[in-house]
């Protein structure tokens, strides 16, 4: 491989921008990459070996912070400015760690290949002996890489000393007196391409994903381990030593998922828009015929989307956490187009299932627990009746709450005269049904079931760099409907009424799961749990709608899921960053750390409020959501 010289002027201009603490991203002959994000005390290294180049080893550094990549670049010249670049850095942080990585020998890898291909394999070179001062780190590096599992094999990783530290045909960059005079330390870390079949050079795109995602949670412990023992440099978690910016394939991927969610709203796509008309005849035919129900057509052109959606490059962005967003996402994506092209077709049952999954066992006796506590006899109320004209007026001055808080808070509410009955929220719209009426005692807890959770996180994720977090990652709506049904119940407006109905869903959509028709549906709800016939049609008809739509079911499972995770005395406010599921936390507190999530520009306003609180802490510290059941029977039987 010919070998290409590095010009003299760029170390230079290296060296400055570390001094500046300015992101350094250039390009090296041969292919080769330079990036460091920030002043950081580590680097990652990749040289191309004399039999070639292996793009897939490169994958394993490029989520991390700070990495330089060969390609053709002589050995020299990198050496000349990983030297640079060292003693720069020592000088900032008193210590600098170099990591070098590179590929298994393929005759090794191949005599294991036919063996036990999947199980990776690691081995840590250093030569510093035991009881060195940077033995705390590789021990970290070692369990980390240990713990690596790919297709349930798990990784075995070892230490060892050897006093030089290069990949096979290739010189080593310094020796150790030369890295004692820069107070650096070299470490090399030997990877089995495990993401590939060496003997016919197919490679598994989803192991080698995996594996890096792996790699760079490993690698920043053990450089979180290095930085704090043996640096200056102070960082507050691991987390926080990963990248603090967006790259081009970030902004460029995330700009084409979202102008394709915004071309459709899945919920109105897939509601009837004759709901109204649907009633009447159900009740003129004495509810025996099965009532038909029309929809929108679809205002965008469902192969195109697809096409579209699926020419995002998001192989190219390296970022782990944010790739595996938004794989997740078009994944998402591509299913509900597909429900939309199937609707009153066996498909978009399935597709259902698949987008909000199936009534659990626990959800069912939940939803069971409910309805044998509050019976028929407790569900009406005395409380005046608010049309849909006074709730607009509530909206509003709600929405004046939040702009004096936040100016860019700029919602819009709408009495549709396509929609009979109920409350949407589209985007940053609220969608008011003509003939919706609400009781007063509800009209708070509706307020900040629509606006404090679902426009609220709208305007909190449009505040963040990227667009997912208001358009919605993938699975958001179960937390996002539980935390509106969690609001609900921390203002005191999840009354016995409501309660009945989030479970005459959760039972709706097993008796759908299970084949039973709409006539079945709306029979067992008025006849075996009395509710109106009015209630049970609409149940019924949000349950069955597009050819069976589970969604429902998720305002109590979500709202189950979130008591769980206050009950081990987690923050409730992560969960407002803005449209995410509750699988997405741990993303998000690292990008938080990372430096690349904004704060919450809005909380909602029940947070102020002390009988709000102290039921919150009330969950918090294990209450059980029961014994608030069997309360509000007690009072309701005075």
């Known amino acids: 491989m010919n070998r290409t010289n590095i010009p003299g002027g760029c170390i230079d201009e290296i060296c400055e921008s570390l001094k500046n603490n300015v992101r350094i991203e250039k390009p090296l002959p041969g292919g080769g990459r330079f990036h460091i994000d920030r002043r950081l005390p580590f680097i990652c290294v990749y040289r191309t070996p004399s039999g070639g180049n292996d793009e897939r080893i490169q994958n394993l550094i490029y989520g991390t912070s700070s990495y330089i990549n060969g390609g053709s670049a002589s050995d020299k010249d990198l050496m000349k400015i990983l030297r640079s670049i060292a003693e720069t850095l020592s000088a900032f942080f008193h210590s600098f760690l170099i990591l070098e990585i590179w590929k298994e020998d393929k005759n090794k890898s191949d005599s294991i290949d036919s063996v036990n291909p999947l199980k990776p394999n690691f081995r840590i070179f250093s030569n510093e002996r035991q009881g060195s001062e940077i033995f705390s780190t590789y021990k970290t590096l070692k369990r980390g890489l240990s ?31 030369e890295l004692k005079q820069m107070n650096t330390y070299l470490a090399g870390l030997e990877v089995r391409p495990v993401y590939m079949n060496v003997q016919k050079g197919i490679i598994y795109t989803q192991v080698l994903s995996s594996l890096s995602a792996q790699m760079v949670n490993v690698l920043n412990r053990a450089f979180f381990v290095f930085s704090k023992k043996l640096t200056t440099h102070k960082a507050i978690h691991f987390h926080a030593l990963g990248k603090s910016s967006f790259s081009k394939s970030v902004a460029r991927a995330d700009r084409k998922l979202a102008k394709i969610c915004d071309s459709y709203d899945f919920i109105i796509q897939v509601s009837p828009i004759n709901e109204a008309e649907a009633r009447n005849d159900f009740r003129k035919h004495r509810y025996k015929k099965l009532p038909e129900f029309y929809y929108k057509p679809l205002s965008f052109d469902p192969a195109k989307a697809k096409r579209s959606l699926w020419d995002i490059s998001i192989d190219e962005i390296e970022d782990p956490a944010i790739k595996n967003l938004f794989s997740g996402k078009r994944e998402e994506v591509d299913l509900q187009i597909s429900m939309m092209l199937n609707i009153d077709k066996p498909g978009f049952r399935y597709g259902s299932l698949q987008l909000y999954g199936n009534v659990s066992n626990e959800l069912s006796s939940f939803a069971d627990e409910i309805l044998k506590i509050f019976d028929k006899r407790h569900q009406h109320s005395k409380s005046k009746i608010i049309d849909a004209l006074q709730f607009q007026k509530s909206v509003i001055s709600e929405f004046n709450y939040y702009k004096s808080i936040y100016p860019l808070f700029k919602p819009s509410v709408v009495i549709n005269n396509e929609m009979y009955s109920g409350l949407i929220v589209s985007r940053n719209k609220l969608l008011i049904g003509t003939e919706f009426s609400v009781p007063e005692s509800r009209v708070e807890s509706l307020i900040q079931h629509e606006i404090g959770t679902h426009v609220l996180t709208y305007y909190n994720g449009l505040a963040q760099p990227f667009r997912q977090l208001h358009t919605g990652l993938s699975g958001y709506e179960e937390m996002q409907e539980g935390l509106a049904v969690l609001s609900e119940y921390l203002t005191g407006g999840l009354n016995i009424s409501r309660l009945r109905l989030l479970a005459a869903r959760v039972k709706a959509a097993e008796y759908m799961i299970d084949g039973a028709d709409f006539i079945e549906a709306f029979n067992n709800l008025t006849g075996n749990y009395g509710f109106s016939e009015f209630a049970a049609f609409t149940v019924a ?95 309701s039987e005075k």
């Open 541 to 635: 008809m949000r349950i069955y709608r597009g050819g069976g739509l589970t969604k429902d079911m998720i305002y109590l499972k979500g709202f189950l899921e979130i008591i769980n995770y206050l009950a081990k005395g987690e923050d409730i406010k992560p969960l407002f960053a803005g449209k995410i599921s509750l699988s997405h936390i741990a993303i998000m507190k690292e990008l938080e750390l990372r430096g690349i999530l904004k704060p919450v520009p809005l909380l909602p306003r029940y947070l102020k409020d002390q009988e709000s609180i102290k039921r919150l802490n009330e969950l918090k510290k294990g209450y059980s959501i029961i014994n608030y059941f069997k309360l509000l029977k007690k009072e």
């Open 147 to 177: 713990s690596i599992t790919i297709h349930k094999q798990k990784a075995h990783a070892e230490l060892l000393f050897s006093q030089t530290i290069n990949p096979p045909g290739l010189c080593a960059l310094f020796n150790l007196n």
